[in-house]
């Protein structure tokens, strides 16, 4: 690395943070949250769901297992999150799947990050407020600009940018799901075609209701869901069959919009690993990985509709279904990559109504 570059994080609030760069030398604004997952910080950085936000790890330690060279590794091609913001970086790495240190990823993809911040004080303050709007800036200025990353499109940002077919892996079960892609992870789609689906990615915005399937998955992804107009209708034109959908993260919420429930956004989210969630009506909790800023409104579900799960620290809705037809959601990630894995059944009960 070179010698460090001194530069500042500031809220929306005047709150005002000095750390050092690493990655690339650059500014860089967005929204500021947190995560406190202790592992997994290669799955995070490429998780589409962080678009338009600095990234805040609460593990005092991050670096020290470098970067993976392979793109299997990565939940998409690219570092999705705009920023970085880290206690201790340590760039001496070791793991043997490793060939480049977090630093080198970061300059190569032109992300900035910050090290020396008291990630503790900072997530304290983002927990008391809520979360922020935030710019990295290598000294301080008198007007604090940012670009408010939930009134664009973020969506429209990570989707694929026309239909992707992937044939299924190991043995075909001769059955074909649209994934739905709001920003899906990479593992998603895996996990369909590792239980021997043959897997078509649409846009977000394509009508895929004029596409013979056998069931649809709607995928997580970044911002505000009540902005995905053309999918919650397509997927309001696919309620009205009987063909299952599931949904993960984002689109449990715009499963919940095509039902014409409500959401809402959350204090400063849910980024985490090991969240409890309790299934309705019984004494299973699943330990859950979670990315989401936003949440269903459990008083705004229709009738036909119920919570089928609650996530046990706040109460608020993990997972939507249909009271009679395979229409299901998570708000978790049951595809959770470095984990819990609890939740992997979740596609295995997708298989199961898509099969029949």
């Not at 997994?40 to 805040?56: F, K």
């Not at 070791?94 to 480049?100: L, P, R």
């Not at 992870?185 to 239980?195: D, G, Y």
Request: negative net charge; glycine residues 8%.
């Amino acid at each position: 690395m070179t010698a460090p570059t001194k530069a500042y994080l500031e809220l929306e609030d005047g709150t005002k943070l000095e750390g050092t760069i690493f990655g690339a030398v650059k500014e860089a604004d967005g929204e500021v949250v947190f995560n406190t997952g202790m592992v997994g910080y290669v799955e995070s950085l490429t998780d589409p769901s962080y678009r338009g936000q600095i990234l805040t790890l609460t593990y005092p330690l991050v670096g020290n297992y470098g970067v993976p060279g392979s793109l299997e590794r990565y939940e998409s091609d690219n570092i999705q999150v705009r920023g970085l913001v880290v206690e201790n970086y340590i760039d001496d790495h070791s793991h043997w799947e490793s060939e480049m240190s977090l630093h080198q990823w970061l300059e190569k993809e032109g992300i900035v990050a910050l090290t020396g911040i008291d990630t503790r004080h900072l997530t304290k303050i983002l927990r008391e407020k809520g979360t922020m709007l935030g710019r990295i800036i290598p000294e301080l200025k008198p007007d604090f600009m940012v670009d408010d990353p939930n009134l664009s499109d973020l969506v429209n940002e990570v989707t694929a940018p026309e239909k992707i077919e992937h044939p299924a892996l190991g043995e075909p079960n001769g059955k074909h799901v649209l994934v739905v892609d709001c920003g899906t992870k990479r593992s998603i789609v895996t996990n369909l075609r590792k239980r021997g689906f043959k897997v078509t990615v649409v846009p977000y915005d394509h009508d895929f209701t004029t596409i013979d399937y056998d069931g649809i998955m709607l995928s997580n992804g970044p911002g505000d869901p009540a902005m995905n107009k053309v999918t919650i209708a397509n997927v309001a034109k696919a309620l009205q069959q009987d063909k299952p959908i599931a949904g993960i993260c984002l689109g449990c919420q715009i499963m919940a919009l095509a039902a014409d429930g409500t959401t809402f956004k959350l204090p400063y989210g849910h980024r985490s690993q090991n969240q409890p969630c309790k299934v309705k009506d019984s004494h299973e909790c699943k330990i859950t990985s979670q990315n989401h800023g936003f949440a269903v409104d459990a008083d705004s579900l229709p009738e036909g509709w119920e919570v089928w799960l609650t996530n046990l620290n706040d109460g608020t809705v993990e997972g939507i279904k249909h009271t009679s037809k395979p229409f299901f959601a998570v708000q978790f990630h049951p595809e959770a990559t470095p984990g819990p894995t609890d939740s992997n059944d979740f596609f295995d009960q997708f298989t199961k109504e898509v099969i029949g």
